[in-house]
């Protein structure tokens, strides 16, 4: 079975910290995707990836950094952790281009920022 | 431009009855259009996709959608709910002239009754 992999469940962060977040997919895709998922704002696009090394900013890049040196590993770095990005991170990827592949989404990751 | 709406928040059924859940859209082109199914701390898994081939589709966990191009509907149905499909469902759209581009609905809240 494909699975998307992301390291942790539950974090709790201080403020002011670097966090990082591992997402790991077993499929060979090209692109991987990162969201937040906040009640009432549904999920937003923080940053994608369609290639190694590459990367394009979404919807709410700001406080964000992503890192992708290998295919299967997309990383989101919060480079200074502030209380309003406690929320629920999910880590996706499908493949190629197109609009008939669906995304493969990870069991998400619940930060909190104190 | 492309849209997705869900017309209801929230839908509460008793168990053994049937479940419909209602997604409109708004597509230039030819959508790839996708309901995922969200269980409590849970990320997002793919319950079924049309992707211009048959307009019924069958999804996992006895789950169906029928998309009507008239109507510009892609609605979910099971024929008979079961206490485990409670959980928060979400209607997607996806470009095909963009892979990155993914509209996710506002989300449904499926509550089943005893």
């Known amino acids: 079975d494909v699975k998307v992999t992301q390291s942790s469940r539950y974090l709790v962060k201080r403020t002011g910290e670097k966090v990082f977040l591992e997402c790991v997919q077993d499929?060979?895709?090209?692109?991987m995707f990162w969201y937040r998922q906040d009640p009432g704002l549904g999920l937003r696009l923080i940053y994608f990836?369609?290639?190694?090394?590459?990367?394009e900013k979404g919807d709410i890049p700001e406080g964000y950094s992503v890192s992708r040196e290998k295919k299967e590993r997309f990383s989101l770095i919060l480079e200074s952790a502030s209380t309003n990005q406690t929320s629920m991170y999910l880590c996706?990827?499908?493949?190629?281009?197109?609009?008939?592949?669906?995304?493969?989404f990870g069991s998400g990751t619940r930060l909190t920022v104190v | 431009a492309q849209s997705v709406t869900q017309l209801d928040s929230h839908v509460s059924v008793s168990e053994g009855t049937p479940v419909l859940l209602r997604c409109n859209y708004s597509?230039?082109?030819?959508?790839?259009l996708f309901w995922y199914v969200q269980h409590p701390n849970k990320g997002l898994q793919l319950l079924l996709k049309?992707?211009?081939?048959?307009?019924l589709v069958k999804g996992i966990n006895g789950f169906e959608a029928e998309f009507k191009k008239s109507e510009t509907s892609f609605h979910l149905t099971k024929p008979s709910a079961h206490m485990s499909d409670a959980a928060e469902y979400f209607c997607?759209?996806?470009?095909?002239?963009?892979?990155?581009?993914?509209?996710f609905g506002s989300g449904t809240r499926l509550s089943i009754r005893p």
């Open positions: 996706a990827s499908r493949p190629g281009q197109g609009g008939k592949y669906g995304y493969t």
């Open positions: 990836s369609y290639d190694v090394k590459m990367k």
């Open positions: 597509s230039s082109y030819s959508p790839s």
């Open positions: 499929m060979d895709h090209e692109n």
């Open positions: 049309y992707t211009s081939a048959a307009t």
């Open positions: 997607v759209v996806i470009s095909y002239s963009s892979a990155s581009k993914i509209i």
